[in-house]
């Protein structure tokens, strides 16, 4: 009974775990029927869709256990993906105990970020200025990239702690990095508009949701891959939305 | 020159690493996939391949050098695929779309659209080839029961 229920805990907690922070629909399933099944339970089932987990077993004593939890939030934080998955990974060889796991799983679920909020920004400045270059070719253009890139970030990060409105957020976030390079190159600051907008947004691209609604859809996750799929889509709309709405004012 | 434009790449995927939060000691891997898309992506036009063919050899490339270190490290295989094929992201196509429907030239708009679509249906293709690759014998059966 008691080690039913902390079976439970464990394959929810890193289901969930798993879920929020970007693993694909078939890792998350995967997982937790694995550990269920390390700790003893039998006839294990689980369903899992992009925003809920269903987890049902049959303990060693024929009592039966389901419960359902809800996801809300999405992050993209894969560095707590693979720490979850090498920790199911040791669970299922039988290398830590139930109590163990759940401790860490705890300590994950506590940690801050994998990287500190600066170092994201600076990320996204680097990579806006870099993949600029590999668009247009121009040196001289991957600094204001890198000033469009950073800026944006900062605005989604700030506006999403504020309102907590995922798309919205996106939005405004484009709309802000598409009037800074335009007012960037009209300024002289920048010589190709094109290279300077596209490293500016790039840092935006949904690359969790793409990437796993396609392994969703191949896996035969159908839910779950069409979900994460509008996910993609009404994120690049919104992007889209805000770029519009940039080369709008601009060119009124 | 070209090793420059390599190195940019590189430095390119693995910033893109650090935005989606994956671990140190796997950015660099997922860097080297990421260079080797783009080498296959600026190629094979040069080459006389259409672009969307490109991408998706470059995409199938990545996700097969993804699949390969993702068995080698013991990690899922997103770490690598998510930046492996960050260089491919057609945001120039993008981006032009958006232009010509903001100057109402809305003929050039489809066109560009329509373009943008096909690259990142080639990118999906890829990936889902090197998948099916990697997949073999442990998908569910589909339409006919042939087991028995």
Known sequence: ?252 | MIVMEWLICFIATVAFGVIFNIPLRLLWWGGAAGVAAWIVYSTLPELGMSPVFAAAAAAFVAAFAAHWLAIWKKVPVTMFTIPGIIPLVPGGRAYSTMLAFVEENHIRGLEQGVQTFMQAGAIAAGLVFALSLFSIGKGVGQRYETEN
Request: hydrophobic share 45%; charged share 20%; aromatic share 10%.
């Open chain 1, 1 to 252: 009974m008691v080690r039913g229920k902390k079976t439970m805990d464990i394959c929810l907690l890193s289901g969930r775990l798993l879920l929020r922070y970007g693993a694909e629909t078939y890792r998350v399933e995967d997982t937790m029927v694995r550990m269920a099944k390390a700790a003893g339970m039998n006839n294990v089932h689980s369903f899992v869709t992009t925003t809920g987990i269903f987890l049902s077993f049959k303990t060693e004593e024929d009592y039966d256990s389901m419960q359902m939890i809800r996801i809300k939030e999405r992050y993209q934080d894969l560095g707590k993906v693979t720490e979850v998955n090498q920790l199911a990974r040791e669970f299922t060889y039988g290398d830590i105990t139930l109590d163990e796991t759940q401790e860490r799983l705890k300590a994950i679920k506590d940690a801050p970020m994998h990287y500190p909020l600066w170092f994201i920004y600076l990320a996204s400045g680097i990579g806006g200025g870099a993949f600029s270059y590999l668009v247009g070719g121009s040196y001289f253009d991957m600094l204001p990239a890198f000033i469009g890139g950073t800026a944006t970030t900062i605005t989604l990060v700030l506006i999403q702690r504020v309102l907590k409105v995922k798309f919205f957020a996106e939005f405004a976030a484009a709309l802000t990095g598409g009037i800074m390079a335009l007012i960037m190159v009209n300024g002289g600051f920048g010589t190709e508009l094109n290279q300077v907008i596209i490293g500016s947004l790039i840092p935006l691209v949904p690359g969790v949701p793409l990437t796993n609604a396609v392994r969703d859809l191949m896996s035969g996750d159908l839910v779950a891959g069409v979900a994460r799929g509008s996910e993609a889509m009404v994120t690049s709309l919104s992007i889209a939305a805000g770029v519009a709405l940039a080369l709008s004012i601009f060119y009124m």
